[in-house]
């Protein structure tokens, strides 16, 4: 397997004088982290809600959050005496009014608001890149419509675009996360996006050496019972000594009486009419394979009813700690607050992976324009 381990070291382009990033909409950071480990510095982040920001800051020491609605912000008075040195701008603004059947809807629709304000802070700055990730059919609905305004409204600005929809199971993340990603750079000449790894990674290289909470054990903070298993989980762990995040749910009676019928590799299906319940989601009372890897991973994890994260063969739901190596964040990386956050933080993120890979093709092209 490639050693695409780098946890929370960092790599620097030359000793003294790494790349700075600006981070929008930045959540528990991500995009931060993967730009952090391919050699970047990230000076300022943005995030709405006050206790993700808080773990955003705990994670990302050097980095100043600027905590509330980017709309409240006084944007020239925040990045004064940045404007013109900030090479990269990151983030994933919220863009909501997309396709409503009968009705075509622009980029420009009240509901896109927080991508105006993307756009606003790019202008500002003035970098050479920028990297912009979104849900994918910020690119497929209205046939491409959004796509060609999104490129109208960045050409203007002078920066040529690649964009495509990524899988992060193709980097090296052990989960299927479709995202829209878009690379900006100023010029006549765009990058191009990341090649997919020669790899992949399953649920069990991710999890089994933390295969051994039952419902409602573990401690937010407590030592490590067995080796790393794979070299996944040994490149996650890093110098870590503590295990942080590693407490399952507290089932019902009922709950545990269905996963109790459940055995590995099987799902609702082979549970009696009187235990089945009405669900929309896809996956519900079914076990993750092992041997494969997960679906995506959601800010409702904990729960077996609302997707397929019941634990491969515990009867429980998989835990904050687990679903973070699922999204491939090393163990290091501390989320904070109660379950709900936790999830949030977790579930809402970019795979720390998937965001190297993009930083790389980012770096990659610095280095060749130096």
């Known amino acids: ?164 929809i990524l899988n992060a199971a193709d980097y090296g993340v052990p989960q299927n996360r479709k995202r829209a990603v878009i690379i900006g750079k100023v010029g006549k000449k765009c990058l191009p996006l990341p090649l997919p790894f020669s790899f992949s990674v399953t649920i069990w290289e991710a999890i089994s050496d933390l295969a051994y909470l039952n419902s409602g054990e573990g401690e937010e903070e407590q030592p490590y019972r067995y080796n790393p298993q794979s070299e996944y989980q040994n490149e996650l762990r890093g110098e870590n000594n503590i295990l942080y995040n590693h407490v399952a749910t507290k089932h019902s009676q009922i709950t545990l009486e269905r996963l109790s019928m459940i055995p590995p590799n099987a799902g609702r299906d082979v549970l009696p009419k009187e235990h089945l319940t009405k669900s929309i989601y896809s996956g519900t009372w079914t076990r993750m394979r092992k041997n494969e890897i997960s679906v995506t991973i959601t800010t409702r994890f904990d729960t077996p009813s609302s997707g397929k994260f019941t634990h491969p063969f515990l009867n429980r739901a998989i835990t904050v700690r687990e679903a973070a190596r699922i999204q491939s964040f090393p163990d290091d990386f501390v989320f904070i607050g109660n379950k709900n956050s936790q999830m949030k933080q977790v579930g809402n993120a970019v795979p720390p992976r998937l965001a190297s890979a993009i930083a790389e093709v980012v770096m990659q092209d610095m280095r060749r324009c130096d």
């Open 1 to 164: 397997m490639k050693n695409i381990s780098k946890s929370h070291s960092i790599v620097s382009i030359t000793h003294n004088n790494r790349p700075k990033v600006v981070d929008l909409f930045a959540g528990v950071g991500g995009l931060s982290l993967g730009f952090e480990n391919a050699g970047f510095d990230v000076i300022i982040a943005n995030e709405f809600e006050s206790m993700i920001a808080e773990a955003y800051k705990k994670n990302h020491p050097n980095t100043k959050m600027i905590v509330g609605d980017i709309r409240n912000i006084d944007l020239g008075k925040v990045f004064a005496g940045h404007i013109g040195k900030i090479d990269v701008v990151i983030g994933g603004p919220p863009c909501q009014g997309f396709s409503q059947k009968g009705q075509r809807k622009s980029i420009y629709d009240e509901r896109n608001f927080l991508f105006e304000y993307y756009v606003k802070v790019v202008d500002l700055l003035k970098p050479k890149y920028f990297v912009m990730e979104n849900v994918p059919n910020l690119l497929t609905t209205e046939s491409g419509f959004f796509r060609k305004e999104i490129e109208e409204v960045f050409s203007s600005l002078g920066y040529s675009l690649s964009m495509g």
